[in-house]
């Protein structure tokens, strides 16, 4: 039996809506989770994952998700306002990052540990250059002007290009922190302490 235009158009905005809608929850439920884990206070270190998560899961992809017509939380604003608001939610992410990779090199320096030795402190220094790279690239299109050999079009279409590009590069740090000795000690020690407390 096939599908009428109408339904068809109708279940793309639901499964769109959807997904939307599950994008918000991960990208708070990570950062919410990490914290859980990290403790944020109870060492230097303790900082560096919650910042990240924050950066890259939460902040990044709640700056993405301002244009989606279907699960912008401004929907009903101008594009104005949520460029706006996707530059502020960027910047802010960017800071956060930097914190946080800045908290992991002086920890390292503390403990004597070599620095970006792993996949995952290799691609983190990497998502962070791209996202200082890619947010230099964002002021552009706030003063297109100064470019005046590119159209704006063209402009927007490589910072979106390559904004995706560096979310891909964070998520993939995020990814491989996931992996980590830390990470997996400490999902670890979670599951054990509630599994020894139910009893």
């Not at 096939?2 to 708070?28: I, K």
């Not at 914290?35 to 109870?42: F, K, N, T």
């Not at 996707?86 to 930097?98: D, F, R």
């Not at 996949?119 to 552009?140: D, E, P």
Request: glycine content about 8%; hydrophobic content about 50%; proline content about 3%.
């Amino acid at each position: 039996m096939a599908l009428t235009a109408e339904t068809e158009s109708r279940l793309y905005r639901s499964l769109r809506a959807a997904a939307g809608a599950a994008a918000h929850l991960v990208a708070l439920g990570f950062p919410t989770a990490v914290a859980v884990l990290a403790r944020p206070g109870s060492s230097l270190f303790s900082w560096h994952p919650l910042l990240m998560a924050l950066a890259f899961s939460f902040l990044m992809t709640e700056a993405l998700l301002i244009f989606s017509p279907e699960t912008s939380l401004l929907r009903s604003f101008s594009r104005k306002v949520k460029v706006r608001v996707h530059w502020a939610l960027q910047l802010l992410a960017l800071l956060c990052a930097l914190l946080g990779l800045g908290i992991i090199i002086y920890n390292k320096h503390l403990n004597g540990k070599p620095h970006f030795a792993t996949w995952h402190g290799l691609t983190g220094l990497l998502a962070v250059l791209y996202a200082s790279g890619q947010c230099a690239g964002g002021v552009l299109l706030l003063y297109p002007k100064l470019m005046k050999n590119w159209t704006l079009a063209k402009l927007k279409l490589y910072h979106a290009t390559s904004g995706l590009v560096g979310y891909l590069l964070g998520c993939a740090s995020l990814m491989l922190g996931m992996c980590s000795l830390w990470f997996t000690t400490s999902v670890s020690n979670a599951y054990l302490y509630r599994k020894r407390s139910q009893h």
